[in-house]
Nanobody, 116 residues
Framework: QVQLVESGGGLVQPGGSLRLSCAAS????????MGWYRQAPGKERELVAR???????DYADSVKGRFTLSRDYGKSTVYLQMGSLKPEDTAVYYC??????????WGQGTQVTVSS
């Protein structure tokens, strides 16, 4: 069974940095079409950044220039380096993989809180 395990969330000061990791196990697609979404209280879940099926990257306009997506095929791990963090970035961050079958797999989420 596919399992996505996130780590790296926590409390950080505005302007600080965090790196989120998502390790995939049981997935035959390695880091194919994996990315990050987030959901803040009272808001819909939104895309933060993702690798597309053809290897390009998509970023939400709100995080462009501040967040960077990367991956390690050998470790089946996707990373999200987050810099210049703002209070508006506070949310639960979810790792996601979209399979060619149309199925989606989700991690359980990790809380990121940006506050002074």
């Amino acid at each position: 069974q596919v399992q996505l395990v996130e780590s790296g969330g926590g409390l950080v000061q505005p302007g600080g940095s965090l790196r989120l990791s998502c390790a995939a196990s049981g997935s035959r697609f390695s880091t194919y079409a994996m990315g990050w979404y987030r959901q803040a209280p009272g808001k819909e879940r939104e895309l933060v950044a993702r690798f597309t099926a053809i290897g390009t990257t998509d970023y939400a306009d709100s995080v462009k220039g501040r967040f960077t997506l990367s991956r390690d095929y050998g470790k089946s791990t996707v990373y999200l380096q987050m810099g210049s963090l703002k209070p508006e970035d506070t949310a639960v961050y979810y790792c996601n993989q979209h399979w060619p079958t149309g199925a989606d797999y989700w991690g359980q989420g990790t809380q990121v809180t940006v506050s002074s």
